[in-house]
């Protein structure tokens, strides 16, 4: 709580009755010789309502002491050196400490305010001037606290007005920019051509030819920097600074700077970059290669994050023509960037290089780390530590050596040996032999591999323009976000001097900012997840002074872009000339300064197919975020067909949906996310299963949405909703249909398996009746799908070409799952109609009852399969999910105690329905028991956990439920899965019956061996 303090003096002592209301109102009264000195604290609310109750007459003599004239002030007059701070001191015969009340102060000196406001604000200014001096003499050594300095006073200058001193020093602070980055250029060239570390420099990416007075000096600074500390990782945050100055001095305008924007970089010849020239270069040139196009790369997200805001409409006094300058070098640097970070990536694989940070890791919270106490300490601290693990690199290598060799011998001491091992230990075999036997490949064939595999790594690959960049991307976190007004070049449609269409050129640059748009929109959903305490995710968006709600606003003017760029990727995906689009992005990379580089890949299908995805990712991320309630009309409007289907309407009730309700735009959006569907299945699956999962999204949105009223009518999305799910499982049903042997997906099976698992479910939820289609699936259509694949492969007799032997698993474990779901909601269905206080209709405990039934069959047949197929996978998926199943069952036991005497029948088939399963698990876990198999032994307690409680739940039922003679328990022969006695069980007196019966089918029911439920204490039951 802020407070006043003033000193009252006067050469009268102060009446007594004044003392009351001054000790009430926190008024120290100290009596001197010859005056009396007293304390006013001035703290709102308490002392107010002291003041309140307060008599006429304190008052007045309050009142008298204030208009007395004698004020002065005595703040922090005095120094504690007990307490170490500035103080008050109580004023007595002897002067002390009020916090710790010794006599150890000194009287500092005072300081007068009787100058009034303006003589305060400007002790303030000066305060604030010593501590911006002292905090950036402070940063001058580190890079990392002179970064964090430079964005902490950008995001001071665009939230406050500052005063001008402070304004003055500021720009001060920033006019060592042109000495510390830039060179100076004679009609557009180098004044001398020096070599550093050995590497000839050349400029890259001029925009203003011959014109340009200045260039970027990247390449001499990084050749210094390897031996001094250098300023080039604070680059990109000065200029920001710089920017960010400029723009407030001149009504938004950065007309004062605009030569960097057309400037060219000082970076190493490309000749260098080239397969031969790289296998040459030494580790040091390498890191200075890397290192230039690094700090190229973050110079120009500077560069569009600083000019960007000249285009978006808030500068007011700029001409048209000056605007469309600007966005024509825009998408020049934009396609710089493209180009520097395809060539980074692809060296980046061949030379691993430890990027420096250029800003801050932040939370996954969004809130810097250095807010954290100690924080800039521990980040120079680990850099310490890896300084000192690399000093020290060698010794650690020669321990780690040695200590892996102790192991490696210890483990062979341990390890069995092979019969190649004793084949070569008694010269049977030489260590050349064994070697090519165990690797498949002779001398002569290693030698030949060995030279293949080192040029590839060697920085001779392709540079692929529109692949993502998965080893850059490792360190995205270190370099400089793209803000979100970056996002704006979306929208751009006029190319100038373009030989080619907008639609086919410039889709690598919107596969860029779309790929940065769903990495910004996946921080956000990052924002709602929950972490452990101390989780840190390195993320580098840009969002970190944006909510969710004021990021999605500033990008709905994007939406419409959004649908423009997917249709471009769709019309190019249904063309097959692919032949003059390199020579396009040739001429256009040319006239953005790019270098020729040699090994250039870009395939326009590739980036088209890619921005069809990434399209669909983030719409599928806005609509996670819970603040797209305010953006969604929006988000629906964009996303309209020309003419909506009569048919989309058709299982919909009255009345229909009219144009401009939410209804109709889900239904409109709906419609055209489909049709795209229906084309994305003529050109791939992997592009029809994007499209399939953003219907999912789209219809999970809806059912979130409450009725709302628009004056007239009530608007209620749920009555769509029917309609929407059922052309949803159209669609899922159409693509499982597909044939995917043609296909060629990324990572392979995995991916297929992931895919197929995902549409599977979609259809599963999505279908007429889940029930019914569960079990036809593990009844009728899994059980026609053979165990291997044969070499005749013909087309599926069960008509769906995507379950075949390799994807039968994923099959195998969705039925497990989906029909372990529906159980758990029939057991809340049960326990709903238990503690109703009406009685349970009789046909709605039928219903239930038909349904426990059949999702009793499904996992019956499913755990009835292991019989045909001996993939441990399939034998521990059925011991895991059957086990849980019996678990769910066991809490629907009480609902069928309730209703055993009025459905007697169905209730006494579903136990007897459910006892074949849990006999095929029982010897599942006793093979994999013998067998050891870890796989399984590890699900095997719980699973057997839970058949023993249906075990005696099932007896409990029976026993209060009927006179006794109902249940019988028998013992159980130790049979395999195909009904064969095991051999360690059978009797061996010669009787033939057992053998016989050891040929029995394992299904035979335990009933037919009757013993009465009262004797049963002395059998051996089945668990």
């Known amino acids: 709580m802020s407070t006043k303090e003033r000193v009252v003096t006067s050469t009268e002592y102060v009446r007594r009755d004044a003392i009351p209301i001054l000790v009430a109102l926190g008024i120290n009264v100290n009596g001197c010789k010859d005056k009396v000195v007293v304390m006013l604290a001035f703290a709102e609310g308490e002392d107010k309502r002291e003041l309140a ?135 557009g060239k180098l004044l001398s051509a020096e070599s550093y570390c050995g590497l000839e420099g050349e400029l890259w990416m001029n925009l203003d030819g011959g014109l340009s007075p200045i ?53 190493p010849s490309s000749k260098y970059f080239v397969g031969a020239a790289w296998l040459s270069m030494t580790g040091k040139q390498k890191s200075s290669m890397c290192l230039s196009l690094y700090y190229a790369t973050n110079w120009i997200r500077e560069l569009l994050n600083a000019f960007s805001s000249q285009v978006t409409g808030r500068v007011d006094c700029m001409s048209q023509a000056t605007r469309e300058e600007i966005n024509a070098k825009l998408l020049k640097r934009l396609r710089n960037l493209v180009f520097l970070e395809s060539l980074l990536n692809t060296f980046l694989k061949s030379y691993p290089l430890a990027l420096p940070e250029l800003q801050i890791s932040t939370e996954c919270s969004g809130s810097s780390s250095l807010g954290k106490p100690n924080s800039l300490h521990q980040v120079e601290k680990k850099n310490e530590k890896k300084a000192n693990s690399e000093s020290n690199s060698s010794d650690n290598k020669r321990k780690r050596k040695s200590s892996k060799e102790l192991e490696i011998s210890d483990k062979e001491k341990l390890k069995q040996p092979t019969i190649l091992d004793m ?112 989780y840190t995710t390195r993320v580098s968006s840009g969002l970190s002074r944006l909510t969710p709600s ?46 020729d580089i040699p090994n250039l890949v870009v395939s326009k299908f590739s980036a088209a197919g890619s921005v069809f995805k990434e399209v669909f990712f983030c719409f599928r991320k806005m609509f996670i975020l819970p603040d797209i309630q305010t953006v969604l009309s929006d988000l629906l409007e964009a996303f309209q067909p020309m003419r909506i289907p009569d048919n989309l309407f058709s299982g919909i009730e009255l009345p229909i949906p009219l144009p401009g309700n939410i209804d109709y735009l889900y239904c409109g959006a709906f419609s055209f996310l489909a049709s795209v569907f229906d084309i994305a299945c003529s050109i791939s699956v992997v592009l029809a299963s994007e499209v399939l999962a953003t219907l999912e999204s789209l219809v999970h949105s809806a ?44 990572n392979g099976l995995k991916n297929k398996g992931d895919m197929i698992q995902k549409i599977l479910r979609i ?92 999702s009793v069959n499904v996992v019956v047949s499913l755990v009835n399969m292991c019989k045909t197929r001996e993939k441990v996978t399939v034998h521990a998926m059925a011991i895991k999910f059957g086990g849980k199943f019996v678990e769910s069952f066991l809490k629907v036991f009480d609902f069928l105690q309730e209703q055993f005497q009025v459905h007697t029948d169905i209730i006494i088939q579903l136990v007897k329905e459910l006892q074949k399963a849990t006999r095929i698990i029982q010897t599942l876990c006793s093979e994999a028991k013998g067998s050891k198999r870890t796989m399984i032994t590890t699900k095997i307690p719980a699973a057997k956990r839970s058949m023993e409680r249906f075990l005696f739940r099932v007896k409990a039922l029976l026993h209060n439920t009927s006179n006794g003679c109902t249940f019988w328990m028998g013992n159980l022969k130790h049979k395999d899965l195909m009904g064969q006695v095991v051999s360690s069980q059978v009797y061996t007196d010669g009787n033939d019956d057992d053998a016989k019966e050891g040929n029995a089918d394992m299904d035979e029911d335990v009933e037919e061996q009757p013993i009465n439920i009262n004797s049963e204490g002395d059998r051996e039951t089945e668990t």
């Open 423 to 534: 084949l070569r230990k008694s010269g049977a075999i030489s260590q050349e032999e064994l070697t090519e036997r165990l690797t498949g490949l002779s001398n002569k064939e290693r030698i030949v591999e060995q030279p293949e595999c080192h040029t590839h790594a060697s920085g001779s690959g392709l540079v692929e323009i529109s692949a993502f960049a998965t080893v850059l991307d490792a360190q995205r976190y270190k370099c400089r976000p793209l803000s979100v007004e970056c996002l704006y070049i979306l929208s751009f449609s006029k190319i100038q001097n373009s030989c080619c269409s907008d639609s086919a050129a410039e889709l690598p640059l919107h596969l860029y900012l779309l790929r940065d748009l769903h990495q910004k929109l996946g921080y956000l959903s990052l924002q709602r997840k929950q972490f452990p305490s101390g």
């Open 703 to 746: 059912g979130t949405i409450r009725p709302e009223s628009n004056g007239k009518s009530i608007i209620n999305v749920q009555r769509v909703l029917p309609s929407l799910r059922n052309q949803l499982g159209t669609s899922a049903h159409k693509l499982l249909m597909h044939n995917w042997d043609n296909e060629n997906v990324e």
């Open 550 to 595: 004021e990021f999605l606003n500033n990008i709905k003017r994007l939406f419409p872009s959004l649908k423009k760029h997917l249709d471009t990727a769709v019309c190019i995906l249904k063309e097959d000339d692919d032949a003059t689009y390199e020579d396009h992005w040739s001429s256009l990379s040319t006239s953005a300064g790019n270098p």
């Open 215 to 267: 260039c970027l000096s990247i390449l001499p600074l990084v050749s210094s920097s390897l031996q001094l500390s250098s300023s080039l990782p604070v680059l990109p945050a000065h200029f920001l600074l710089l920017s960010v100055v400029e723009r407030l001095t001149n009504r938004g305008s950065l007309g004062g700077i605009d030569a960097l924007l057309g400037c060219p970089l000082h970076l």
């Open 763 to 854: 259809y599963l939820k999505n279908c007429e009746s889940t029930e019914h289609q569960l079990e036809e699936f593990s009844c009728s259509i899994l059980p026609q799908v053979p165990p291997c694949k044969t070499a005749s492969t013909e087309e599926a007799a069960h008509g769906f070409p995507t379950l075949n032997p390799a994807t039968f698993i994923v099959w195998y474990r969705v039925l497990y799952e989906e029909d372990l779901e529906i159980l758990n909601k029939l057991v809340k269905e049960a326990a709903l109609l238990q503690k109703s206080k009406a009685h349970a209709p009789v046909e709605s405990v039928k219903t239930l009852l038909l349904k426990l039934n059949q």
């Open 53 to 187: 109750r307060a008599g006429r007459r304190e008052k007045r003599v309050l009142a008298q002491l204030c208009e007395s004239g004698f004020v002065e002030a005595l703040v922090g007059k005095y120094w504690c050196y007990m307490c170490s701070q500035m103080m008050s001191p109580i004023m007595r015969t002897e002067i002390k400490c009020p916090f710790c009340e010794s006599g150890f102060v000194e009287e500092m000196s005072s300081t007068n305010r009787r100058g009034g406001d303006n003589e305060i604000e400007k002790t303030n200014c000066e305060e604030s001037l010593e501590l911006l001096k002292t905090c950036s003499d402070s940063c001058k050594w580190s890079s990392l606290p002179l970064i964090m300095f430079h964005d902490e006073l950008i995001a001071l200058l665009e939230r406050k007005s500052l005063q001008p001193a402070i304004m003055d020093w500021i720009s001060k602070h920033t006019t060592d920019f042109e000495s510390m980055f830039l060179s100076d250029l004679e009609h």
